[in-house]
């Protein structure tokens, strides 16, 4: 290793010294990662590896945890031993960045497991969602790693896409809200001590056509930059996320990869992005595999580097000696090599890679699973439930049933309850990473001991068997009430090769895109698209037969993406939407039901009646929101924003000032919010805007603040809003981000249709052009 002291420079000289003593070979090795299959051998760090793979040193190692099935402390020990190998054994020293995947909690075993993306979109609180990543934060710093593959910042618009459930939902303001506090505390106060945060999938991933993973993305720019940018744009601008990843498809036919327009000239030249762009696995490969851009994996390394997009993940195909050869052979500039090196060491000197590249093996047992972890994962499971129905108010439960009905495939199930970027889900484990309660073990652990439990699965998520129906029958004949916990299964189960198709491919650890799942067992996550939102297999005749019994029914839906529960909605006496509620759902859910939580969740995403009317976000324009099918309307099952709680809340005294002002001011809009009934619960306040004449149509409904309020029985809060009116502005027909003058429309309200408090306040003057510098979120206070 060579020795030279870089205490006494600066960032940038820091920077600029190391990378002038580097050869091509070393600044490239700097622009590709490595799986732990490279480096480990039978689970333990192999020098002989490390000889053939780190010569050059490495940019990343992918996944040393998540891809390998260590325990987080053979995990930190071989990524010291990797480190000191690096430092040891290469010219220059040059740490890794080690990066993991951190969904809904760090993917690896023993990581805390929270519910997944869009049940914490529910709860409608960003701090919670902050506490969650500073425990993610901790735990992945402690095994050695440095940056994270989350959060995800996609806006939920076509119900059909897989991946739905790692999204924050629908709307672009509350994704942003919520991206935003997740990168708030990953990276922490000071990045030194932090996990740098990796915002994906730029940009529009979550409207492909069909709602087909991987599948082109049909936008206009102004729909791209005002609903699918924006909660990238606010987590750079607001907080300084360091990472960005691309997304796979392509937008007008150019793929993200190897976009210029997205990686460059939008992220870095319209933001000021400093960070690093690392693609999404394999995506590079796929301009020459799939998207038939590249006429060689040599180009596709040239097209996406040129674009803006620094390392390749999660190995070096397209990079590596490919572009060493291509700068030899005159094809790409070293100075564009030289660009993407500069903004990855300077990351590694950020996350103090180089000062601290051990990690403290003794202090990691204390940092995973601890109480108060498991609390928090309890308290999130609870806030991300939202209420659909309780009719005659059946919920909550009395905890001294004489007898009670557990009934339903996801009841006694612990995997059932995570997201596809839990660990066990992931990589479909037979046992549980961490412990997980069911819905069924909390359930037990709640009620009296003198209550008869009468459970039976009735029947599986997928397949047509109904041979244990008539089990279920006799257990909701026998029992006071019945619950009923159906739903989907999340993963990425069932990827293998389509002997139906014409193309080679191959499953997606390998890489390349898939025309077919075969043999799956999952019904949500990554690649598990659908042409409908139906309860799978014949769970809806589960539903019907119980019902037909006479037994009070209580639905509880274990799920990722929106499900057309119409029938059920109609027919069972109450519904809880529980989501992917994660290692303490059945804790949660257990709360919810017998009353020791009163449900404050909100929807995040319109649920609707049936397949057909996707999309049917709250915010589209008025000709959309207001023209009927043949035979279904045009409103959704349940609204955005939509939730129910055991008690009541009351709107009054809105006051707004000014009503009519000019120029850049702050709105304020003040009401009260009273609890009318006899529990203590939460109400989520919700501020919509709408712009009544505009130079271009707008939406009906535009969501623009939020706040979770807690109150007491018949307590009584004030909430103010402090909206800028630049957060009026949208791109007009020249795509300036305009302000225009006019009326509008200031709602509050329990969803975006349950409106309690409205009126209009008029902006006069000129039409304003916003510069780069913009207000994204509305600040509110609560007081008594």
Request: aromatic share 8%.
């Amino acid at each position: 290793m060579t020795e030279f002291n870089l205490d006494d420079y600066s960032l940038e000289e820091k920077v600029n010294k190391l990378l002038a003593e580097m050869t091509l070979e070393e600044k490239v090795a700097q622009l590709g990662s490595i799986g732990p299959d490279k480096i480990l051998e039978n689970g333990r760090f192999s020098e002989e590896k490390a000889a053939k793979y780190l010569k050059d040193g490495i940019g990343q190692i992918t996944r040393i945890a998540g891809a390998s099935a260590l325990e987080p402390e053979a995990a930190a020990e071989a990524a010291n031993k990797m480190q000191k190998y690096i430092a040891e054994n290469t010219r220059l020293g040059i740490p890794a960045i080690v990066h993991e995947e951190c969904l809904s909690g760090y993917m690896g075993k023993g990581g805390t497991t929270f519910p997944q993306s869009i049940g914490v979109a529910s709860s409608w609180e960003p701090e919670l969602l902050e506490r969650q990543t500073d425990v993610i934060r901790k735990q992945l710093r402690s095994i050695g790693a440095h940056l994270a593959l989350s959060p995800v910042a996609d806006v939920a618009r076509d119900l059909r896409w897989g991946r739905v459930e790692e999204t924050f939902g629908e709307d672009p303001y509350l994704a942003a809200e919520m991206v935003t506090s997740y990168v708030k505390g990953l990276q922490g106060d000071k990045l030194s001590e932090g996990i740098v945060a990796t915002l994906k999938h730029f940009a529009g991933h979550s409207y492909s056509e069909g709602g087909r993973n991987h599948a082109p993305v049909n936008l206009s720019e102004r729909e791209l930059r005002e609903s699918f940018l924006f909660p990238f744009e606010a987590a750079i601008k607001t907080v300084g996320a360091g990472s960005v990843m691309n997304a796979y498809h392509d937008i007008d036919g150019v793929p993200c990869a190897s976009s210029r327009e997205l990686l460059t000239n939008i992220l870095r030249g319209e933001w000021g992005f400093d960070g690093v762009v690392v693609s999404d696995y394999w995506s590079i490969k796929m301009l020459y595999k799939e998207h038939k851009v590249a006429a060689s994996m040599q180009e596709a390394g040239i097209k996406a580097l040129e674009a803006g997009l620094d390392i390749e993940l999660p190995e070096a195909e397209c990079y590596g000696q490919k572009l060493v050869d291509a700068v030899n052979e005159g094809l790409i500039s070293e100075s564009v090599i030289d660009q993407s090196v500069r903004r990855h060491l300077r990351y590694k000197f950020k996350v103090n890679a180089f000062d601290q590249r051990y990690v403290d093996l003794d202090k990691i047992a204390d940092l995973f699973e601890t109480a108060e972890q498991r609390e928090l994962a309890r308290e999130s499971a609870r806030k991300s439930m939202v209420l659909l129905k309780n009719e005659n108010d059946l919920l909550p439960l009395a905890k001294d049933l004489s007898s009670l009905a557990v009934i339903g495939p996801s009841a006694d199930s612990t995997r059932n309850l995570l997201g596809d970027y839990a660990y066990s889900a992931h990589v479909d484990s037979k046992e549980d990473a961490v412990e997980v309660i069911s819905i069924l073990a909390g359930i037990r652990s709640k009620i009296s001991e003198e209550t008869k439990i009468n459970y039976a699965a009735g029947c599986s998520i997928m397949d047509q068997n109904r041979d244990g129906f008539a089990e279920a029958v006799m257990a909701a004949k026998e029992s006071e009430v019945a619950l009923v916990v159906v739903g989907g299964k999340s993963g990425l189960s069932g990827m293998g090769e389509n002997e139906n198709s014409d193309d080679d491919v191959v499953d997606f650890e390998g890489g390349e895109f898939l025309s077919e799942l075969q043999n799956t067992t999952d019904t949500t996550g990554e690649h598990h698209d659908r042409t409908s939102l139906d309860l799978p297999g014949v769970q809806e005749e589960l539903i019907k037969e119980i019902v037909k019994t006479g037994t009070p029914v209580v639905v509880v839906l274990v799920n990722g993406r929106p499900l057309s529960i119409e029938w059920t909605a109609e027919n069972a006496d109450a519904v809880l939407e529980a989501w992917l509620p994660g290692e303490e759902g059945g804790n949660g859910v257990a709360d919810v039901l017998f009353g020791e939580y009163n449900p404050a969740g909100k929807l995040p995403v319109s649920i609707p009646k049936n397949v057909g009317q996707t999309p049917i976000h709250y915010n589209r324009r008025h000709m959309s929101h207001y023209r009927d099918y043949v035979f279904t309307g045009n409103r959704p099952l349940y609204p955005f924003g939509y939730g129910l709680s055991y008690t009541d809340f009351e709107y009054s005294n809105l006051k707004i000032t000014p009503k009519e002002f000019e120029g850049n001011k702050t709105i304020t809009i003040k009401a009260d919010i009273k609890n009318t009934g006899q529990l203590a619960g939460a109400e989520v306040v919700q501020l919509y805007i709408h712009d009544r004449i505009a130079s271009l149509t707008r939406p009906i409904k535009s969501l623009k603040g939020f706040k979770r309020v807690e109150l007491k029985a018949g307590e009584t809060k004030t909430v103010e809003f402090k909206l800028k009116t630049e957060q009026l502005a949208f791109y007009d027909k020249d795509m300036n981000l305009v302000v225009e003058p006019g009326e509008f429309e200031l709602m509050l309200g329990s969803s975006s249709i349950d409106i309690r408090l409205e009126d209009v306040v008029e902006l006069k003057g000129d039409k304003v052009e916003l510069t780069a510098e913009r207000e994204y979120f509305t600040e509110v206070e609560v007081s008594n």
